[in-house]
T-cell receptor, first 112, second 113 residues
Framework: GDSVTQMEGPVTLSEEAFLTINCTYTATGYPSLFWYVQYPGEGLQLLLK?????DKGSNKGFEATYRKETTSFHLEKGSVQVSDSAVYFC???????????FGKGTMLLVSP | DADVTQTPRNRITKTGKRIMLECSQT?????MYWYRQDPGLGLRLIYYSFDVKDINKGEISDGYSVSRQAQAKFSLSLESAIPNQTALYFC????FGGGNEQFFGPGTRLTVL
């Protein structure tokens, strides 16, 4: 079945460090890919998405590129802030369906 | 005001009790979902509904039931709560043709003693 694998956390960084959170997927078709973020005490909110191979999603300084050849959608940010501390979820959805399959989430902790 | 609301936000109950979690949305979306979140397991889909007359089981529907009372309301029931249903529960909505983006409520933290 379809699945998403993320690197385990927590990822602990100092402010202004470079961030990478790895995400790979397995899917029978051509999925759309998403990154959601969950700030403490809140629900999930969409951070960025990409709907086809080689697309790059970006938002709030975060970026991820849909790599079909490596079935990956790694999340990156050049300079993290304390306010980026949250749990990040990678997810996929197959064309024609609107259910999402989530990874297990990666907690990011950024210290001043 | 929040577009997706959940009540209650926190609930403590005892084993064997019936409990209902409610979700309301003002986004006008047709599609609604219930997930549970457990540490280290991510989000798992319990039930989903693509319109008022459509109900579908998700990955982990055993022990749960749902009711879609209106386009804007989707309730999750635990008929006889057990401790391993202790979790954080999220409702979400999406729009047909909206690129599969889902909008989440703030969550309900349920503890079953």
């Amino acid at each position: 079945g379809d699945s998403v694998t993320q690197m385990e956390g927590p990822v602990t960084l100092s402010e202004e460090a470079f961030l990478t959170i790895n995400c790979t997927y397995t899917a029978t078709g051509y999925p759309s890919l998403f990154w959601y973020v969950q700030y403490p005490g809140e629900g999930l909110q969409l951070l960025l998405k990409a709907t086809k191979a080689d697309d790059k999603g970006s938002n709030k300084g975060f970026e991820a590129t849909y790599r079909k050849e490596t079935t990956s959608f790694h999340l990156e940010k050049g300079s993290v802030q304390v306010s980026d501390s949250a749990v990040y979820f990678c997810a996929l959805s197959l064309a024609g369906y609107s259910t999402l399959t989530f990874g297990k989430g990666t907690m990011l902790l950024v210290s001043p | 005001d929040a577009d997706v609301t959940q009540t209650p936000r926190n609930r403590i109950t005892k084993t064997g009790k019936r409990i209902m979690l409610e979700c309301s949305q003002t986004k006008g979306h047709d599609r609604m979902y219930w997930y549970r979140q457990d540490p280290g397991l991510g989000l798992r889909l319990i039930y989903y509904s693509f319109d008022v007359k459509d109900i579908n089981k998700g990955e982990i529907s055993d022990g749960y039931s749902v009711s879609r009372q209106a386009q804007a309301k989707f309730s999750l029931s635990l008929e006889s709560a057990i401790p391993n249903q202790t979790a954080l529960y999220f409702c979400a909505t999406s729009d047909f043709g909206g690129g599969n983006e889902q909008f989440f409520g703030p969550g309900t933290r349920l503890t079953v003693l």
